[in-house]
């Protein structure tokens, strides 16, 4: 119900008693008449969000009512037609999932490396230097625009939601028009700065906290709760940088005084307070060797998802348009 709006799956089977929160609406449509699978990929499809989204309610945070969505209309073909439909779409669905999972093993196997090469960082095994942190980096926090500052086009506003996940995500992006661009020259971005999010998942997944900025735009700005990470000390890479960060033990030890309530919030004291083990120049060298032929690799994986999620999209278009 909150935003995205219209996010369906069905629920796997639990040994144990499940309850739902407030956000989430329950649906169990007659089996005899409708096919759960087909409903799912139903209020899934473009049209169906689409039709959801006349229904929006809320500034701050979007949502639609359960009885704003039962007002929703369907077209409900024979039994055996959803079926036939829904066995598509799983299909193309499996595809580009498998595709994702690829990529998400060779993100897995990056940290795997990092650790079998330069070991746990706060235990330092190898007994490599350690470095203070405020002599390895620069550690830039992002400007506080207002949400009057934003508008449909300009140049992107890099939020938390853009640098808290697998990768640097360029979906729903803020944009603005600078009135004086001169005073936020400290807040821009470009391709390949490292980006650490400040607030929300930090320490508590595998890879969340820190990710790459993209080529998609020449320029982007940087909003509050989320830091750039510039690497100053030429004995480190920021690929080392990026995977130090990355792991497990080190977002424990960032987030153990976090000062957030309900999730994780750290600042850049924080960071600057690390010791970081500074391992061989041959050693980082291998490093980035490795991860520049596991990025080609995800490269083509990258295009392949491309390709997936096109085909699916197509299918599910044709799919509710009665051309599949």
């Not at 998400?104 to 470095?131: C, H, Y």
């Not at 390895?136 to 890099?158: H, R």
Request: net charge positive.
């Amino acid at each position: 119900m909150p935003d995205p709006l219209g996010r369906a799956c069905i629920f796997p089977k639990s040994e144990k008693p499940c309850v739902t929160v407030v956000d989430v609406c329950i649906i169990r449509p007659n089996p005899n008449k409708v096919d759960n699978r087909w409903l799912m990929h139903t209020i899934n499809s473009p049209v169906m969000r689409q039709r959801i989204n006349e229904y929006v309610t809320g500034t701050t945070r979007q949502r639609i009512s359960r009885g704003n969505f039962s007002k929703l209309k369907i077209s409900v073909p024979p039994l055996a037609e959803q079926r036939r439909i829904a066995s598509i779409l799983d299909q193309a669905d499996e595809l580009r999932q498998k595709r994702q999972q690829a990529i998400e093993k060779l993100d897995q196997l990056l940290q795997a490396t990092f650790i079998d090469m330069f070991g746990d960082p706060v235990s330092n095994p190898k007994g490599w230097e350690r470095v203070s942190a405020k002599n390895v980096l620069k550690i830039q926090g992002g400007f506080a625009f207002s949400s009057t500052d934003f508008s449909n086009s300009g140049i992107p506003v890099v939020k938390i939601g853009n640098a808290n996940k697998l990768g640097f995500s360029t979906e729903k992006f803020d944009f603005i028009i600078p009135q004086h661009p001169e005073k936020l020259t400290q807040y821009e971005l470009r391709s390949g700065d490292l980006l650490m999010s400040l607030t929300g998942t930090v320490g508590k997944d595998d890879y969340g906290n820190i990710t790459e900025v993209t080529d998609d735009y020449d320029l982007y700005y940087l909003n509050q709760r989320v830091a750039k990470l510039e690497v100053i000390n030429t004995l480190f890479s920021k690929n080392y940088i990026r995977y130090f960060f990355s792991q497990s033990s080190i977002k424990a030890l960032i987030t153990k005084n976090n000062r957030g309530v309900r999730q994780a919030n750290i600042s850049n004291s924080d960071l600057y307070e690390l010791d970081i083990p500074l391992p061989t120049k041959a050693q980082l060298d291998k490093f980035d060797s490795f991860i520049e032929s596991i990025n080609e690799t995800k490269r083509y994986s990258k295009v392949q998802l491309i390709s997936s999620n096109k085909l699916f999209f197509a299918l599910q278009n044709q799919a509710f348009n009665g051309t599949l």
